[in-house]
């Protein structure tokens, strides 16, 4: 990682993260092989406000250099599905009545990443003419919807293109015990190592 850039200011982040997506590598995937071109933007989860801004900025400054980012909220995408099957009020109106466990449970049925999720997202981008995918939301769904999940089902229906998840919390690697995925910097996802740090991208 280039040193210190996971802690840098915002704006430090936000010009270095512009700058790699604006590289015709990074668009052509050039540099990490065989590998899915996923990458992960790993951040402080107290910064969470701070990063939707960023993301945000992004967005808006990409298109203006001719990059057309989709975004996939899967919070918001969570609530789309649960909606199509009506579920998503009855459980907002009886959540007091069931245990956090029926709740989970419930959820995970709603949105599981391989028969609901990856479908979904594969519906969103078979039309859409997009660059780079912006995949955010990951600390709301937690823990119904798991980031490794998520990205082990991507990669059938997402590897045309890179995409970017922002991700609260840490993403390790180490030759002892492969890479990991730490959620708010203390839950271990899981160990998933086919995504990329976009901090270690050379502009």
Known sequence: ???GLQTASIPERFEHIRKVICSQRFQRMEG???EVPFFVVPYCPTEENDMQGLQQMLMKRLKKDG???IEVNLYDLAKELSDELGDWDFWLEHEAEHSKDDLKEALQSLTDAE???APAIEA???DAEFEVMFLTGVGEVFPYIRSHTVLNNLQRVAKERPTIMFFPGDYSHSLEEGASLDLFGRLRDDKYYRAFNLYEREI
């Open 67 to 69: 990059i057309h980012i």
């Open 32 to 34: 990490i092989g065989n």
């Open 115 to 117: 028969t609901k999720l």
């Open 1 to 3: 990682m280039i040193r």
């Open 124 to 126: 969103k981008i078979k």
